[in-house]
Nanobody, 116 residues
Framework: QVQLVESGGGLVEAGGSLRLSCTAS????????MSWYRQAPGKQRELVAG???????NYADSAKGRFTISRDNVKNTLYLQMNSLKPEDTALYYC??????????WGQGTQVTVSS
């Protein structure tokens, strides 16, 4: 059974930082491209950043220069370091794993709230 568990969300003031983590169960992690998405109230879920199996990363324009995605294939953990946070970064952040073998899977989400 595939399971993704996010952690690290919370309440932070504008300009602050948070680091999100996502731990994957089983063998899914090393075989999957991993991504962070977010969904704010009343808005569609959007891609924040992704990292391929071999470590190549991509970012939404809103995340470039402020967020860093990384993966640890030994710990089966995905990270998102978020700096210079803005109120518009407030959202529920989801971890996603995608592979041809294991399919596409989502975590339950972790809330990030940035106060002005």
């Amino acid at each position: 059974q595939v399971q993704l568990v996010e952690s690290g969300g919370g309440l932070v003031e504008a300009g602050g930082s948070l680091r999100l983590s996502c731990t994957a169960s089983g063998r899914i992690f090393s075989m999957s491209a991993m991504s962070w998405y977010r969904q704010a109230p009343g808005k569609q879920r959007e891609l924040v950043a992704g990292v391929s199996r071999d470590g190549r990363s991509n970012y939404a324009d809103s995340a470039k220069g402020r967020f860093t995605i990384s993966r640890d294939n030994v710990k089966n953990t995905l990270y998102l370091q978020m700096n210079s946070l803005k109120p518009e970064d407030t959202a529920l952040y989801y971890c996603n794993a995608d592979s041809t073998i294991w399919g596409n899977h989502w975590g339950q989400g972790t809330q990030v709230t940035v106060s002005s």
